[in-house]
C-alpha cells in the first residue's frame, strides 16, 4: 500500500459521528496526533482517550493549556498548537472546512497540505471541501458519512413559545444578554455560551445545561463547532454577523454548521428563526435540511516557509502571495500586524539582528490577543515580553507577579470578569512557552489557578443574572410528574426542593413576591403540589394542639402560636359565636373542615370557662317568675347591667328573688348589677370581643390594661363600650364598676342630701387627685363647690405630740391622694413679741371640696338611696353641708389649690374609763 492510499477525507454534515470515528481510528495505532477547532472541544476528546487509556499516556496541548506525560502515546491538540515534525502513526483534523475562515483558514490549510500520519492521515469536514481537497490532495480518498437524524426547518417562533431543549443563536454580546433575561424571565432561565468564554466558564454553562438546570441555550456561533449538546431546536435570533471588518449574511454552509447541532445520536432536530431575523429563504432552509451546498472554490494561505535571517525579510516572507489559484493569501493576522508594529520601533529592530533573535520576535508576536483592547496596546505588551527575554533570557518574576496579581481578583460584574479572564489567558499563554520563564510548571499552575477563580466567578455571575435556579428546578420536577419535597421552617419560609418559594402562614401559603408571569405560575403550580400532603399533616397537629397553643385577638382572630388560623364570627346569640378558619382552597375540605372544628371546639371551651358563673345562672331551675327573667337579663348583658337600664325590673324583685340571685354571685349595686368574677381580665377582654361581634362593629374596642382603677373616658368608642369593659364613663375619666361601687358604699355613710366634703380615703381608692376626684363626682351627678379656708393652728407645747401626730397623718392622707403636702403651720408667736407683731403674720389657707346632689347630671346613677337598699347612715341628723368656708371666703375659691385632710377630733376623756385617770395623769405632767 503506497503512501497516498492512507489519506482519507471522510466529510458529511453534523451529527454523522466523524470526531468518533477518528478516535477508534486513532486508538487502533501505537502513536497519534489529533487538531480539534476549539480548546473547549480538545478537552473534551481528551478525557475521553484518557477514559480508555488513562492519562499516563495521553497529552493535551493548546495555546493555554499543556499536559504531557513522560510516555504521551497520544496527543489531543487545538489545530494552532499541533507540535510539528512529530512522527505518529496517526493523524487526524477535524472541521477541515475551517481552510476557508478568514481569520484560521491559513492555519487549517497548512495543516491540509503538510501535516501528514505515517500510516493514516484523516481530513474531518463538511462535504463542501471535497472538490477542493481532490485538488489540492488527489492522493485523499473519500468517505462519506450520512447524518444519523432528520433536520427540518420550523420556521419562525417566538421565544415566548420556544420548545425545551432549545438553543438560540445570536452573533453580539449584547442580544445574548437581552435574549437570556428574556427566558430568564419567562422559561426559569438559560445557559450562556459565547466564544469569549473560558473553556471552564463554558463547560460550567453548558453543565447547567446538560444536567437539566435550564432548558434553554443562548450562544454565538461557538456552539457550531464540534460541541455535542442535546439540543433539539436551534433558533437564529439573526442570520447576520460581524466578520471583524464587516457586516454579512452568513452563507447556507456557515448556517448548517449551527443548525446541525440540533438533534443527536438517533433523535430527530429543528432548526427556525425567532426575534428580528427574517424566515430563511426556502431554498437555504431546504439546502440545509438536504445537506447541499455550494463548494469551496478558494482556501486561506500563508506562506508557511518563512525567513528568520533579518527581520524584514521575515516581515516578507509572511506577505508572500500563494501561487497556486486554488488559495488565497491571508489577510493581514494579528500576529504580522504586531510584528510591523514593532519592527517599526527603534528598539525592538535593533535587538531583532540576527536570526535567533527574530525568531523569538516572532514567537513573541505569535501570542494571541485575548484581550481584543487594541492592536497598539497589545503591540506594547509583546514589546515589553519580548526585551525581558532577549536581555534576559527568561521574564522576571516579580513582574509577572504583579501582572497576575492586578488580575487576580474574583469580583465584578460580567464585563468586568470577562476582560480579566481575558488578560489572564494571554498570560496562561506566555506560562506555556517552554523556557521563558525560570519555573515553567510555577506559572503554569498559578495562571491556571487564576484562570479557574475567575472563570468560576463568571459561571456564577452569568448564572445569577440569568438563570432563576428555582424556577428551572420546579419546572423539570413538574414535568418528571414526581412528588416534591416540601420543607417549612420555624420562620413558615417554604422551600420546595431547596428553593425558597413563599411563606406558610397557618394553612394559607403566600408566594414569595418577587416573582412574576410565567415564574409566578411555576411557583404557585409547585408549591400546591409539594404543599398537599404537608397541609393534612399540619392539620392533624393543629387538631391534637392543646389550648394553651391557641388564643383570640382582641379583634377577634384565631391564632395558634403566632399565626393566624381563622377568625370569630357572629352566632345566633352573644355566647355561642362561629368560626371561619384560614384554610387554603388548594389544601382540601377535609384540611378545612377538620381546622374548623378545632376553633369552634376552642373557643367553645374558653367560652365555657370564662362565663362559668352565667351558664350557671342560666342553667338554675329553681328560678322562676321576675328572678328567672332578671337572669335571661344578665346573661344577655354579658354579667353586667347598667342599674339605671334595669331600674325598675329591679324595683319588681322581691327579697326572695334578690336573694337567689345574690346565691349566683350577682351584687346589686349603687350603679351597675354585676357579677364580680366576670370583671376580672380573661371575661373582660373575652366579652368585648363576643359583644363587638354581636354589634356588628368593624373595629373592636380593647380591654384597658389589667389592675387599673380610672382609665380615660371611653365616650368615642361605641356607646356601652365602658360597661361591658368593666368601667363607668365619669368626667374626663371611667372608673372601675367594683371601685366605683365602693366609692358609693363610702358615700352611704356621708349626708350626701345636704352635702360632704372629699376625703382622703375618697380620693385613695379611685387613686385620684382632688381635682380629678372632683370632676369624676360632677360625672356622678354632684354638684362641686370650691372652698378656702384658715388652716388650723398647731396646739400650745403642751399638746405639740398630738398636734404632730395630726399632721403626720394628713400628710399621710394626701400623698396617699397624689396631692403635695401642704407647708407646715408656723410655730405661734413666742411670749416676747407683741400682740401688734403676731395679728400681722398672714394665715395659712387651705383648699377643699364641698359635694352636693345636683341631680343625675352624670347618667344613669344617683346618688340617694334606692328603693330595696340597705337603710344608709346611721340616723345622723342631715343639715347644711360641713366644711363651710371661712373667713369671709363665702364658698368661693381662692388661692393655689391644694388639699389637707381635715386634723381629728379630740375625744373627751371618759371619767368611767379604768385607763381614764391614768392618762388624765400622764397629761398632767406633759
Not at 493535551?60 to 502513526?89: K, N
Not at 421565544?159 to 437581552?178: G, L, P, W
Not at 382582641?554 to 377568625?567: D, Y
Not at 382540601?588 to 345562672?617: C, M, S, W
Request: with cysteine; aromatic share 6%.
Amino acid at each position: 500500500m503506497t503512501q497516498q492510499k492512507r489519506i482519507t477525507a471522510v466529510l458529511g454534515p453534523t451529527n454523522t459521528g466523524k470526531t468518533h470515528y477518528a478516535i477508534e481510528r486513532m486508538l487502533g495505532y501505537r502513536t497519534g496526533v489529533i487538531g480539534l477547532p476549539l480548546r473547549l472541544l480538545a478537552r473534551e476528546v481528551y478525557d475521553k482517550i484518557v477514559a480508555v487509556r488513562g492519562p499516563s499516556v495521553v497529552a493535551l496541548v493548546t495555546g493555554e493549556e499543556r499536559i504531557v506525560p513522560p510516555r504521551a502515546q497520544y496527543w489531543v491538540c487545538t489545530v494552532e498548537a499541533m507540535p510539528e515534525g512529530m512522527a505518529a502513526d496517526f493523524l487526524a483534523i477535524d472541521e477541515i472546512q475551517l481552510c476557508a475562515d478568514p481569520e484560521r483558514g491559513h492555519v487549517f490549510t497548512d495543516r491540509l497540505l503538510r501535516a501528514r500520519g505515517i500510516n493514516e492521515t484523516l481530513f474531518l469536514g463538511s462535504d463542501s471541501m471535497r472538490g477542493i481537497i481532490r485538488a489540492l490532495v488527489p492522493e485523499a480518498d473519500f468517505l462519506g458519512r450520512e447524518r444519523m437524524s432528520q433536520l427540518v426547518y420550523g420556521g419562525s417562533k417566538k421565544i415566548s413559545r420556544m420548545q425545551a431543549r432549545s438553543a438560540i443563536v445570536s452573533f453580539s454580546v449584547e442580544n445574548v444578554y437581552a435574549i437570556a433575561e428574556l427566558l430568564k424571565r419567562q422559561k426559569g432561565g438559560a445557559a450562556v455560551v459565547m466564544g469569549a468564554l473560558s473553556p471552564r466558564t463554558r463547560n460550567a454553562q453548558v453543565e447547567l445545561y446538560q444536567n437539566g438546570d435550564v432548558d434553554f441555550l443562548v450562544a454565538t456561533d461557538a456552539i457550531g463547532m464540534g460541541l455535542n449538546l442535546d439540543i433539539n431546536h436551534v433558533a437564529f435570533s439573526a442570520t447576520a454577523k460581524f466578520d471583524g471588518r464587516r457586516m454579512r449574511s452568513l452563507m447556507p454552509h456557515e448556517l448548517a454548521q449551527i443548525a446541525g447541532r440540533a438533534g443527536r445520536g438517533m433523535s430527530h432536530g429543528s432548526f427556525g428563526v425567532t426575534g428580528e431575523a427574517a424566515p430563511l429563504d426556502d431554498g437555504v432552509a431546504q439546502a440545509i435540511m438536504d445537506h447541499r451546498f455550494a463548494p469551496v472554490k478558494k482556501l486561506i494561505w500563508r506562506n508557511p516557509a518563512l525567513q528568520f535571517g533579518q527581520l524584514d525579510a521575515l516581515i516578507h516572507s509572511l506577505e508572500i502571495s500563494p501561487s497556486d489559484e486554488l488559495l488565497v493569501k491571508a489577510r493581514e493576522a494579528d500576529d504580522l500586524l504586531v510584528l510591523k508594529t514593532l519592527a517599526a520601533e527603534a528598539e525592538p529592530r535593533a535587538r531583532a539582528s540576527d536570526a535567533a533573535s527574530v525568531r523569538l520576535l516572532w514567537d513573541v508576536c505569535c501570542v494571541p490577543d485575548f484581550r481584543s483592547i487594541s492592536s497598539s496596546e497589545h503591540a506594547t505588551l509583546l514589546g515589553q515580553i519580548f526585551a525581558h527575554l532577549h536581555e534576559r533570557g527568561e521574564l522576571p518574576e516579580d513582574w509577572i507577579a504583579r501582572h497576575i496579581k492586578h488580575i487576580d481578583r474574583p469580583q465584578g460584574d460580567i464585563d468586568t470578569l470577562s476582560k480579566r479572564l481575558a488578560f489572564i489567558r494571554t498570560w496562561t499563554y506566555v506560562a506555556q512557552r517552554k523556557g521563558w520563564t525560570r519555573d515553567d510548571s510555577h506559572w503554569r499552575e498559578t495562571t491556571r489557578a487564576v484562570e479557574d477563580r475567575l472563570s468560576d466567578a463568571l459561571h456564577e455571575a452569568l448564572t445569577q443574572r440569568f438563570v432563576d435556579r428555582r424556577t428551572s428546578v420546579l419546572l423539570r420536577r413538574l414535568k418528571q410528574k414526581e412528588a416534591m419535597l416540601a420543607e417549612v421552617n420555624e420562620n413558615g419560609e417554604v422551600t420546595v426542593e431547596g428553593e425558597f418559594v413563599g411563606r406558610l402562614e397557618g394553612f394559607r401559603f403566600s408566594q414569595d413576591k418577587s416573582a412574576a408571569g410565567q415564574e409566578a405560575k411555576t411557583l404557585k403550580a409547585a408549591s400546591l403540589a409539594a404543599l398537599t400532603p404537608h397541609f393534612h399533616l399540619l392539620a392533624d397537629r393543629f387538631y391534637n394542639a392543646p389550648d394553651t397553643e391557641i388564643d383570640f385577638t382582641e379583634q377577634g382572630g384565631l391564632m395558634w402560636g403566632n399565626t393566624a388560623v381563622g377568625k370569630l364570627v357572629k352566632g345566633a346569640e352573644a355566647l355561642k359565636p362561629t368560626v371561619k378558619a384560614f384554610v387554603d382552597d388548594e389544601a382540601g375540605a377535609d384540611v378545612a373542615e377538620k381546622v374548623t372544628r378545632r376553633l369552634q371546639h376552642f373557643i367553645d371551651r374558653k367560652i365555657a370557662t370564662a362565663f362559668e358563673p352565667l351558664f350557671n345562672l342560666s342553667r338554675d331551675e329553681t328560678l322562676t317568675g321576675l328572678a328567672r327573667g332578671f337572669a335571661f337579663q344578665m346573661v344577655e348583658g354579658l354579667g353586667l347591667l347598667p342599674r339605671a337600664v334595669v331600674a325598675n325590673d329591679v324595683k319588681s324583685l322581691d327579697q326572695d328573688a334578690r336573694s337567689a340571685l345574690r346565691k349566683h354571685g350577682i351584687r346589686f349595686g349603687q350603679f351597675t348589677i354585676f357579677l364580680p368574677l366576670l370583671l376580672k381580665p380573661a371575661p373582660t377582654r373575652l366579652r368585648l370581643v363576643l359583644w363587638s361581634l354581636a354589634q356588628d362593629l368593624q373595629e373592636f374596642p380593647e380591654a384597658p390594661p389589667a389592675g387599673l382603677v380610672t382609665v380615660p373616658n371611653m365616650s368615642s368608642a361605641p356607646q356601652g363600650t365602658d360597661t361591658m369593659a368593666g368601667y363607668r364613663n365619669a368626667g374626663e375619666r371611667a372608673i372601675r364598676i367594683d371601685m366605683l361601687e365602693r366609692l358609693a358604699d363610702m358615700l352611704r355613710g356621708e349626708d350626701s342630701r345636704g352635702g360632704f366634703e372629699a376625703k382622703a380615703d375618697m380620693l385613695s381608692i379611685t387613686g385620684m387627685t382632688l381635682e380629678q376626684f372632683a370632676d369624676l363626682m360632677a360625672g356622678l351627678g354632684y354638684k362641686a363647690e370650691k372652698g378656702e379656708r384658715v388652716k388650723v393652728k398647731s396646739a400650745p407645747a403642751v399638746a405639740a405630740a398630738p398636734a404632730e401626730e395630726a399632721k403626720a397623718e394628713a400628710d399621710v392622707s394626701v400623698e396617699a391622694a397624689g396631692e403635695a403636702p401642704a407647708p407646715e403651720a408656723k410655730a405661734e408667736a413666742p411670749a416676747s413679741e407683741t400682740p401688734a407683731e403676731t395679728e400681722a403674720e398672714t394665715p395659712d389657707m387651705e383648699v377643699f371640696y364641698s359635694f352636693t346632689w345636683g341631680g343625675n347630671r352624670g347618667g344613669n346613677a344617683r346618688a340617694p338611696r334606692q328603693e330595696g337598699d340597705k337603710p344608709r347612715g346611721k340616723g345622723k341628723p342631715q343639715g347644711k353641708p360641713r366644711g363651710k368656708p371661712q373667713g369671709g371666703a363665702k364658698g368661693k375659691p381662692q388661692g393655689a389649690q391644694s388639699f389637707q385632710a381635715r386634723p381629728p377630733k379630740e375625744k373627751a376623756i371618759d371619767p368611767d374609763n379604768p385607763f381614764a385617770a391614768a392618762l388624765m395623769g400622764l397629761t398632767k405632767k406633759d
